[in-house]
């Protein structure tokens, strides 16, 4: 495995730390007056999801641990267990639904996801950064109603809130990012 310099932590990188897997997920360069810059990263776990907050001189070496990336076809989900199916080998694997957290109302029927493996063990899972959903419950639409940045709140029919625009109504087709949480555009 490669070894990088302290600095050159990216969000995003999967770092060996501390004898587990860790995932960069805010990286601040700092330079303080008195002493040497340093990069403060916080670090989630990949197998527990444990958060730490750690500093990284730029002479303090790291491992970067690249994990292999297959698409794979959500089947359908059975005692809290997420199963999906390798479309080039046929191979199925179960995962726990938790491993989604917040974004698991956004998975649907027959969605290709990208799984992320150490080895031989799933580590996580990365869904559309788009998905289509109907908007089930809203106010209605109001004539004349085009004032620029004024949203309503909608409930979509996998139960997730959003905001919409005024011109969106019920049984309408939206564009929601899986990141964010937020309406992109109409489907």
């Not at 958060?51 to 994990?67: I, P, Q, T």
Request: charged letters at 30%.
């Amino acid at each position: 495995m490669p070894k990088i310099n302290g600095n050159e932590i990216r969000p995003g990188n999967v770092l060996e730390h501390e004898s587990g897997l860790w995932a960069a997920v805010k990286v601040d360069h700092v330079k303080p007056g008195k002493g040497g810059a340093f990069a403060q990263v916080e670090l989630k776990n990949l197998r527990d999801g444990r958060k730490l907050n750690e500093r990284f001189r730029s002479a303090d070496k790291v491992e970067r641990v690249r994990l292999d990336q297959k698409d794979q076809q959500f089947l359908f989900e059975a005692d809290d267990m997420l199963t999906f199916m390798d479309s080039e080998t046929y191979d199925q694997i179960a995962l726990p639904a938790d491993i989604l957290g917040e974004r698991r109302p956004f998975l649907q029927d027959g969605m290709v996801v990208k799984i992320e493996y150490h080895g031989e063990e799933a580590l996580n899972i990365t869904l559309p950064q788009k998905v289509t959903c109907k908007v089930v419950e809203t106010e209605p639409v109001v004539k004349g109603q085009t004032a620029a940045n004024s949203f309503k709140p909608a409930i979509l029919d996998n139960g997730v809130r959003v905001m919409i625009p005024p011109f969106v109504g019920t049984d309408e087709d939206i564009i929601v990012n899986t990141e964010t949480f937020e309406y992109t555009e109409r489907a």
